[in-house]
């Protein structure tokens, strides 16, 4: 069994997450001995985007600070601190910082089986 | 298919989560369509705390503010805002508000089999 962890944020390696002004850190992952989903922390630079894209897996967001639009099958909202997002398997999703500052949020997912 | 979900976690039904001065949202649940863990949100008073227990799942916890000793199978750390904690399954563990304003703090559980 893996121990316990609690480490801040910014103690995890920050990642280049593939596209411009989107970095990625892995909080805690299936090596951490997390057995079901994983928790990783986006921060994104004003105008940057995530993918548009679709796959088989959710997320499930919590924004943490800024402000982004969520496009999901068509559909558009704005969010900001302590919104909570859920975007469903299989949707064509993506998330725009729409604010002048940094855009910071949770983005947790289950393991790739 | 259940649709996307963007709301403020203020607009979330807030709980008793059984314990003096703890309070719980269910940000994201099963009736969200969501497939494989939930998103919960806690609230603790100063000195409140979660129960000293074990069970057969993990706790995946993001510190929103505040401040808290994580007690985990004899191990003790203090965390605040920024902090990641991993609680791996069966560990025997609980959470204490030991700051002078209240703690806040998300804890992502799989769903029940």
Chains 1, 2 share one sequence.
């Not at 316990?4 to 970095?23: I, R, W």
């Not at 997320?59 to 859920?86: P, R």
Request: with cysteine; aromatic share 12%.
């Amino acid at each position: 069994m893996m121990c316990f962890k609690a480490v801040h944020f910014s103690e995890v390696t920050n990642e280049d997450a593939g596209e411009p002004g989107v970095k990625i850190r892995w909080l805690i992952k299936r090596e951490d001995g997390a057995p079901n989903f994983a928790m990783r922390y986006f921060e994104l630079e004003p105008k940057a985007k995530s993918p548009h894209h679709s796959h088989e897996w959710e997320h499930e967001v919590f924004i943490l600070d800024g402000q982004c639009n969520v496009f999901c099958d068509g559909q558009e909202k704005t969010a900001s601190e302590g919104y909570v997002v859920y975007v469903p398997p299989k949707s064509v999703h993506h998330f725009e910082n729409i604010g002048e500052n940094r855009l910071r949020f949770l983005c947790l997912v289950p393991h790739k089986k």
